[in-house]
């Protein structure tokens, strides 16, 4: 060959491993700058209702490291590395707030991407190696809907008690005349009389009737956080009295409730928040049941994308599915499969918070996740005994 066409040949050599190498061992570069940056900022601003704390920044929470590429599942893998002083930022020891702000402020990194995996690490250590154990008896399998199992619905969020503050209010922001709080219960509770009129036993992790019955805060009892209802249900003291705070205890009463009844599965209602728009859906990959968590999650985003698509709007953007390593206490505490549907932008006004205005929408969502949870629960009947 002569000499001036060999370097051709030696980059064509180049460019065809690069096509046939795994992503995985080609990390991008712009894209984990780009989370980093996010990530950063996100870190200069105390998480929402944490102003009493200063920003994590000035309290020495840092960002050590991204790294951003693709599993071998064929999903993006972004791995978040921070700085020892994330695990003691919050004086309660609650890592959520401070993870949420970080996965919120990073959304548009990962718009177009159907499935990403999410890491997050202290000093280079896994994260879930910091993380307390269920202190609850853990159920070795969770009981198949065919045998009686039950499918725990959890609308997340209600008034709650902040000690900080000594008073008793909403967890969530009032956006746009609306409140997650409530929305989520109105979706919540749509959905279990869906799974109940298609003969699914189910069940809700907060008061079931919007009435004005008062709760211990004052507010109706259907305005109050799933924590306070499982209590009055009976059930003993470490499902719903386990954390620093009743922020905390309420976001371990859920899972630890659906443990304690034995649910076939939990599914968590929730809206979104971060600027962005559309549906995805949440699962862990260290709490056992990673392999139907997904399955699961897998089947209610589609389902739910779907109808929304069909029924509302074509143009309703999906997500896709979004796993992490313990950073979601909902699902990372749950010993049965456990998903977390976020289904739209509450801070965006147009067409998320619109959509969670309209009845119909809620309706639509409760019908999708039920379709879901029928197609859910055959397959399990037919592939898993």
Same mark, same amino acid.
């Given at each position: 060959m002569p000499r001036p066409f060999r370097w051709l040949a030696a980059l064509g050599a180049v460019l065809a491993f690069l096509a046939t190498t795994p992503r995985a061992q080609q990390p991008d570069t712009a894209i984990a700058d780009a989370i980093r940056m996010q990530a950063e900022r996100a870190l200069s601003v105390a998480p929402?209702?944490?102003?009493?704390l200063l920003a994590p920044a000035q309290a020495g929470v840092r960002?050590?490291?991204?790294? &951003?590429?693709?599993?071998?599942?064929?999903?993006?893998s972004i791995t978040i590395d921070l700085s020892q002083r994330a695990l003691t930022y919050d004086p309660s020891g609650n890592l959520e707030p401070l993870l949420e702000t970080i996965l919120q402020a990073t959304a548009s990194s990962v718009r177009g991407a159907p499935r990403v995996d999410y890491h997050f690490t202290i000093d280079g250590i896994q994260l879930e190696r910091f993380l307390p154990a269920p202190p609850v008896k853990i159920t070795p399998r969770a009981q198949p809907l065919t045998m009686g199992g039950v499918v725990l619905v959890s609308p997340g969020h209600g008034v709650y008690w902040d000690e900080e503050l000594g /008073?008793?209010?909403?967890?969530?922001?009032?956006? #746009?005349?609306? =409140?997650?709080?409530? &929305?989520?219960?109105?979706?919540?509770?749509?959905?279990?009389?869906?799974? @109940?009129?298609?003969?699914?036993?189910?069940?809700?992790?907060r008061y079931t009737q919007r009435d004005a019955a008062s709760g211990l805060s004052g507010s109706p009892r259907w305005e109050e956080a799933a924590k306070? #209802?499982?209590?009055? @249900?009976?059930?003993?003291?470490?499902?719903w009295n386990f954390g620093a705070d009743d922020y905390a205890r309420d976001i371990n009463a859920r899972p630890f409730y659906a443990n304690w009844i034995d649910a076939a599965a939990i599914i968590s209602i929730h809206n979104n928040g971060g600027q962005e728009t559309g549906t995805e859906t949440w699962y862990d990959?260290?709490?056992?049941?990673?392999? /139907?968590?997904?399955?699961?999650?897998?089947?209610?985003?589609?389902? =739910?994308?779907?109808?929304?698509?069909?029924?509302?709007?074509?143009?309703? =953007? +999906?997500?896709?599915?979004?796993?992490? +390593?313990?950073?979601?206490?909902?699902?990372?505490?749950?010993?049965?499969?456990? =998903?977390?549907?976020?289904?739209?932008?509450?801070?965006?006004?147009?067409? +998320?918070?619109?959509?969670?205005?309209?009845?119909?929408?809620?309706?639509?969502?409760?019908?999708?996740?039920?379709?879901?949870?029928?197609?859910?629960?055959?397959? @399990?009947?037919?592939?898993?005994?």
């Open positions: 929402r209702n944490y102003g009493r960002v050590l490291g991204v790294q &951003v590429g693709v599993a071998a599942s064929g999903a993006e /008073e008793w209010h909403l967890q969530r922001p009032r956006l #746009f005349g609306i =409140v997650e709080d409530e &929305v989520n219960w109105d979706i919540g509770r749509n959905l279990l009389d869906e799974l @109940l009129g298609a003969h699914i036993n189910a069940t809700l992790a306070y #209802f499982i209590e009055t @249900l009976g059930a003993p003291g470490d499902v990959a260290t709490n056992g049941w990673e392999a /139907e968590s997904s399955r699961l999650a897998d089947i209610v985003n589609r389902h =739910v994308v779907s109808a929304i698509r069909t029924r509302y709007s074509p143009a309703w =953007v +999906d997500r896709g599915l979004r796993s992490c +390593d313990g950073c979601k206490g909902e699902n990372r505490l749950a010993t049965r499969p456990a =998903v977390i549907v976020e289904l739209a932008y509450m801070d965006t006004q147009t067409p +998320d918070n619109d959509a969670l205005h309209d009845e119909t929408f809620k309706r639509i969502i409760a019908q999708a996740i039920r379709e879901a949870v029928q197609e859910w629960a055959a397959q @399990l009947d037919c592939c898993h005994g």
